[in-house]
């Protein structure tokens, strides 16, 4: 139930950014990540990243699946804060 919680907010904030970006064009700017990216691609990467994290939770501890959700997610929002 956890992993498809996790799935469902991607398509979720994936129909938000189309929202956005239809709404608000995004310029590219340089942020933390060594080069230059649109909302998109920070957006993607960041989907990347809280994937394998998420799963390299399931995969690699018995704990709680909502820890590494949630840790999943936070990476998420660092890299599009800062990326």
């Given at each position: ?46 989907l ?25 997610f ?10």
């Amino acid at each position: 139930m956890p992993v498809a919680i996790f799935f469902i907010c991607i398509a979720l904030m994936l129909v938000g950014m189309t929202i956005w970006e239809i709404r608000s064009p995004t310029i590219e700017r340089k942020g933390l990540l060594p080069l230059r990216t649109t909302r998109g691609d920070r957006l993607f990467i960041g989907l990347l990243s809280a994937a394998y994290i998420n799963l390299a939770w399931v995969g690699l501890t018995n704990t709680n699946q909502f820890v590494g959700t949630a840790i999943g997610f936070l990476a998420l929002f660092f890299v599009m804060a800062k990326g």
